[in-house]
């Protein structure tokens, strides 16, 4: 039976983890907001910039090879980890690196073996435990959580098309969370190069536009800013799904913390009416004793 002190003890520390877990929970709930905000005033946009490019290029009179669009044989791959800098969220961070090490294994094993895979993190917490598990991990884009911006995002997204068009990499893929609601997010894996544009006779418009200049030119315009756009927003959801994480995280410590406290209250109290009952005993015991 643990002692009144010792009891006490415990419930000022659970008191002060509970101050801590419901203080993060308000901020994740104020960062919240404004990245649900920018994901739902995102989608919309790069949606209908995909759009416009599966449309014009289903509508061209012949088939014709994009630079960024080129299929090869996945001989250098390249994958985007896109995690959190910090923790306290949740299975968030844990079900991107499961994802990306079973893509690994099941599809670019032989890539890993030949030390042609390689893994760009972007949030710490990825990095760490894939460099701990031994994957090359070429490089980092951690500070983009410091000042999120679609500058940042499209200098990265620059980098890698660079590198796709010099054959650096045949194939770059990202690995992320995809923002549902606070409390649901789903790990996803996208393409982002080679770009696919699929035949889809939803986007071919019966309507005859008049093109300046020509469709192809349009076409070779609009891809590398709808990738970069593609870029930022899985950055977005990545971003919006780790603040609903954590928020929902703390929300459930907090919780937690508030449910231990009134069981450790309740011991407190068992122990202190224990204490006083056996104070009381030997008082009347003591007395009996001096009255014989």
């Known amino acids: ?51 416009i490019i599966y449309d014009l290029t289903n509508s061209l009179d012949e088939e ?37 090490e079973k893509l690994i294994r099941t599809k670019f094993f032989a890539q890993l073996k030949n030390d042609s895979l390689h893994i760009v993190a972007v949030g710490k917490q990825g990095q760490k435990v894939l460099k701990m598990h031994d994957y090359t991990v070429v490089g980092d884009f951690n500070d983009f959580y410091s000042h999120p911006s679609f500058e940042e995002a ?14 650096e990499y045949d194939r770059v893929l990202m690995v992320y969370n995809e923002f549902i609601n606070a409390a649901v997010h789903e790990v996803k894996t996208f393409q982002f190069l080679p770009l696919e544009i699929p035949f889809d006779e939803h986007f071919l418009h019966p309507v005859n536009y008049i093109f300046e200049p020509d469709k192809l030119t349009i076409i070779n315009k609009v891809i590398p800013k709808a990738l970069k756009t593609i870029f ?61």
Request: proline share 2%.
């Open 1 to 51: 039976m643990p002692s009144l002190k010792d009891i006490r003890t415990r419930i000022n520390s659970v008191k002060t983890t509970r101050q801590v877990t419901s203080a993060m929970k308000m901020v994740s709930a104020a960062k919240f907001k404004k990245a649900q905000d920018d994901i739902f005033h995102i989608r919309p946009y790069v949606d209908k910039l995909t759009g």
């Open 232 to 292: 930022y927003r899985i950055l977005l959801e990545s971003l919006a799904s780790e603040h609903g994480a954590r928020m929902t995280s703390m929300h459930k410590a907090t919780d937690n913390a508030t449910h231990l406290l009134s069981e450790l209250q309740l011991a407190y109290n068992k122990v202190r009416q224990g204490a006083i009952t056996k104070e009381i005993l030997e008082i009347v015991g003591g007395a009996e004793a001096l009255k014989k």
């Open 154 to 167: 499209s200098n990265m997204a620059e980098m890698v098309m660079d590198s796709f068009l010099r054959k």
């Open 64 to 100: 014709v090879d994009f630079a960024f669009s080129e299929k090869r044989d996945p001989n250098r791959v390249l994958i985007f980890v896109v995690t959190s800098n910090r923790g306290l969220c949740g299975a968030f961070n844990s079900n991107v690196i499961k994802e990306t």
